[in-house]
């Protein structure tokens, strides 16, 4: 019903930038908040940054805040995640989601994309 397709991992070094990118298309109108998560291995999926599709309101989990920022193209159903001062710890697979309405926890939401690597080398 909503098909996510995020792109712009790789590598980079500590200190380093990256910005992902996230398409959303089909029944976009159900959505309400677009979000990004990172899984490491082992480790259980995390919310990294959420935002009403609006634009309204955003959220940012304490390790990110004041390095990551969460933006989006409205009329274009692009979502992005622009990483800065990224760490070694950032590592993981991240993913793009959509929820029907406001949520940080996985379960909150509906749609997901594949995933892209990040990682960070010191």
């Known amino acids: 019903q909503v098909q996510l397709v995020e792109s712009g991992g790789g590598l980079v070094q500590a200190g380093g930038s990256l910005r992902l990118s996230c398409a959303a298309t089909?029944?976009?109108?159900?959505?309400?908040?677009m979000g990004w998560f990172r899984q490491a291995p082992g480790k259980e999926r995390e919310f990294v940054a959420g935002m009403s599709w609006s634009g309204g309101i955003t959220s940012y989990a304490d390790s990110v805040k004041g390095r990551f920022t969460i933006s989006r193209e409205y009329s274009k159903n692009l979502v992005f995640l622009q990483m800065n001062s990224l760490r070694p710890e950032d590592t993981a697979v991240y993913y793009c989601a959509a929820a029907p309405k406001w949520g940080t926890y996985s379960r909150d939401y509906s749609y997901w994309g594949q995933g892209t690597q990040v990682t960070v080398s010191s």
């Open positions: 089909g029944r976009t109108f159900s959505v309400y908040t």
